[in-house]
T-cell receptor, first 113, second 108 residues
Framework: EAQVTQNPRYLITVTGKKLTVTCSQN?????MSWYRQDPGLGLRQIYY???????DKGDVPEGYKVSRKEKRNFPLILESPSPNQTSLYFC????????????FGPGTRLTVT | SQQGEEDPQALSIQEGENATMNCSYK?????LQWYRQNSGRGLVHLIL?????REKHSGRLRVTLDTSKKSSSLLITASRAADTASYFC????????FGAGTRLTVKP
């Protein structure tokens, strides 16, 4: 089944404790991205990757890191999480760029205390 | 970059009625996409309309695009309770941005 998976789905952590949210897709998509969703603000793009070893900042990259060492994986790293990073996070992928539909993962609900 | 702005922010209708949601944007686009999100879940792609298209259908969905007015509309006909969700438009030129969405409630 074609899908985007994220882990974990739920995470409660404390300020400053490094964490990684994994994202994997099995559709051989070149393009992958991360979004955060907050009430009233819609989805905001954090980082995106057009292909392996190519990553770019989105609208809200501060406090986040990403890597794209393999085509199928695009982990999101929070080196020192803060409470303002409490949010619902989505990973998405598409065949190439934005000209194709994006497939979204199920989301990761992160709480930073 | 630009994002779509959906209107209204919230819409409540009875089952069987039609629902219309609008999207406005500011600059020229290559295409515009509509997505649905059930509460707390990932977005699901509904339809993509290219800048040279004016109307597109998919089942009970009808999307129009007016590039002169920089606007698009999504019509859901004969709505069902299962259509209850948030709907987002995403206009694309060099990148894609989502707005805050329209929250649709369909009452049984």
């Amino acid at each position: 089944e074609a899908q985007v998976t994220q882990n974990p789905r739920y995470l409660i952590t404390v300020t400053g404790k490094k964490l990684t949210v994994t994202c994997s897709q099995n559709m051989n998509h070149e393009y992958m991205s991360w979004y955060r969703q907050d009430p009233g603000l819609g989805l905001r793009q954090i980082y995106y990757s057009m292909n392996v070893e190519v990553t770019d900042k989105g609208d809200v990259p501060e406090g986040y890191k990403v890597s794209r060492k393999e085509k199928r994986n695009f982990p999101l790293i929070l080196e020192s999480p803060s409470p303002n990073q409490t949010s619902l996070y989505f990973c998405a992928s598409s065949f190439t760029g934005h000209d194709y539909e994006q497939y979204f993962g199920p989301g990761t609900r992160l709480t930073v205390t | 970059s630009q994002q779509g702005e959906e209107d209204p922010q919230a819409l409540s209708i009875q089952e069987g009625e039609n629902a219309t949601m609008n999207c406005s944007y500011k600059t020229s686009i290559n295409n515009l996409q509509w997505y649905r999100q059930n509460s707390g879940r990932g977005l699901v792609h509904l339809i993509l309309i290219r800048s040279n298209e004016r109307e597109k259908h998919s089942g009970r969905l009808r999307v129009t695009l007016d590039t002169s007015k920089k606007s698009s509309s999504l019509l859901i006909t004969a709505s069902r309770a299962a259509d209850t969700a948030s709907y987002f438009c995403a206009p694309l030129n060099n990148d894609m941005r989502f707005g805050a969405g329209t929250r649709l409630t369909v009452k049984p």
